[in-house]
């Protein structure tokens, strides 16, 4: 299995939005509503922000969303904070019955 | 409030067996809501999904790791484990086992041991 693309980093003002895509295929993030969202500072274990495509955790700041069209899914982080620079992984349920993950985006905020 | 923990071996030579064991604390690991998995993340690099087991026994590999791996669980000592035979230095990484809530997502994670493999 192939991992996820995203991008491997993006940028923002404080204040502004940014969009973090995650392409797959029709065999992961196409086929299933079950895409997922983690913040990762280093040398912190990743943070569960979305869960199936769009929900939210408890206690998960509404200012991230998640969508998907067709194969690609994306999180969205508004209102950028500088407490938001970190990695950003996604990860998507597979045909083969397993899981895979995106390579990773590194957030800065300018 | 569930709390996860990995032990195991810091270093472990060429060609041996890793071995790691996640202990579950403050919830039952029977629950059959809920399923275990490991992550692993070498150095500068991105997360890797190395397998699911479930309480039962039931367990699922990536299809890259399958041969090597091995996982299972001890529901009496509220633990699950996992093994990774004939380890080179590409298996040096930090090794997180997490709760697995659906089928793509972990909301609750250890804080990660590191392995390194080097005689």
């Known amino acids: 299995q192939s991992a996820l693309t995203q991008p491997a980093s993006v940028s923002g003002s404080p204040g502004q939005s940014i969009t973090i895509s995650c392409t797959g295929t029709s065999s992961d993030v196409g086929g299933y509503n079950s895409v997922s969202w983690y913040q990762q500072y280093p040398g912190k274990a990743p943070k569960l922000l979305i869960y199936e495509v769009s929900n939210r955790p408890s206690g998960v700041s509404n200012r991230f969303s998640g969508s998907k069209s067709g194969n690609t899914a994306s999180l969205t982080i508004s209102g950028l904070q500088a407490e938001d620079e970190a990695d950003y992984y996604c990860?998507?349920?597979?045909?083969?019955?397993?899981?895979?993950f995106g390579g990773g985006t590194k957030l800065t905020v300018l | 409030q569930l709390q996860l923990q990995e032990s195991g071996p810091g270093l472990v030579n060429p060609s041996e067996t890793l071995s790691l064991t996640c202990s579950v604390s403050?919830?039952?690991?029977?629950?059959?809501?809920?399923?275990w998995v490991w992550i692993r993340q070498p150095p500068g690099k991105g997360l890797e999904w190395i397998g699911s087991i479930y309480s039962r026994g039931t367990t699922l590999y990536n299809p890259s790791l399958k041969s090597r791996v091995t996982m299972s669980v001890d529901t009496s000592k509220n633990q699950f484990s996992l093994k990774v035979a004939s380890v080179t230095a590409a298996d040096t990484a930090v090794y997180y086992c997490?709760?697995?809530?659906?089928?793509?997502?972990?909301?609750?994670w250890g804080q990660g041991t590191v392995v390194t493999v080097s005689s």
């Open positions: 990860s998507s349920y597979t045909s083969s019955i397993t899981r895979v």
């Open positions: 997490a709760r697995g809530s659906t089928a793509s997502s972990s909301d609750i």
């Open positions: 403050g919830g039952s690991i029977s629950s059959n809501t809920y399923y």
